[in-house]
C-alpha cells in the first residue's frame, strides 16, 4: 500500500457543488499538508496541519477548508466549487522536523465544468 | 519574501549530461531539495542537501549548491528516456514549510 493514499484520483464536477478530497497516510507523521498544482506554477500550499489540534492557512485558502479527523486523515473540502479551482491536488506529510523532505499522495485531478 | 525560481523547460539528447539550475532567496534554508514528477504521478524526492554542504553525489545524480549566490543545480549525468520528468527544486521556509519552484520540464531527444 502507498504511504500516502488520496481519493478519488480524479473527480469532475458542476460549479456550485460541494467537494471533499480525502487524504490518508500510513507514516505515522504529526505533520500534513495540501498543496495546488497548476502549469508553471509549481505547487502552493492550501493549508496545513503540525498535529491533529493544529491548522493553518497557506498561501491560497480562500474557498477551501480543511478537517484533520485523525493523525492519519486530512481531508480538503471546496465549499462551492468553481472553475478556477480546477487543478492537481496533492496531499503530502511530513516528520516533525519536516527537514528530510515531504512524502506526496499520486494526487487528484479535479474538474470543475 | 521566500521564492524559488527556475526555468520552465530544458531539453537534452540523451547520453549527455543535464543540468537544472535554481535559485532560491531564503538564507537561513537549512536543507534543499529536488523532486522528481513523473506524468500522472506524484513528487517523489530524489535527493536532499543540508546547507553547509557544497556538493552531494548519488550515482547519476551530482547536486551543488552555492550559498553565496543562492544557488542550487541538479546534474543528471548520462541521461536516458527516463529521466522525462518535472524537477523542483525547493527550500525549507523560516515557517518549517517547504517552499517549491514552478518546475523544469526536462525532455530527451533522441
Partial sequence: ?113 | GEDVEQSLFLSVREGDSSVINCTYTDSSSTYLYWYKQEPGAGLQLLTYIFSNMDMKQDQRLTVLLNKKDKHLSLRIADTQTGDSAIYFCAETSSASKIIFGSGTRLSIRP
Fill in chain 1, 1 to 113: 500500500d502507498a504511504d500516502v493514499t488520496q481519493t478519488p484520483r480524479n473527480r469532475i464536477t458542476k460549479t456550485g457543488k460541494r467537494i471533499m478530497l480525502e487524504c490518508s497516510q500510513t507514516k505515522g507523521h504529526d505533520r500534513m499538508y495540501w498543496y495546488r498544482q497548476d502549469p508553471g506554477l509549481g505547487l502552493r500550499l492550501i493549508y496545513y496541519s503540525f498535529d491533529v489540534k493544529d491548522i493553518n492557512k497557506g498561501e491560497i485558502s480562500d474557498g477551501y477548508s480543511v478537517s484533520r479527523q485523525a493523525q492519519a486523515k486530512f481531508s480538503l473540502s471546496l465549499e462551492s466549487a468553481i472553475p478556477n479551482q480546477t487543478a492537481l491536488y496533492f496531499c503530502a506529510t511530513s516528520d516533525q522536523q519536516g527537514n528530510y523532505g515531504y512524502t506526496f499522495g499520486s494526487g487528484t485531478r479535479l474538474t470543475v465544468v
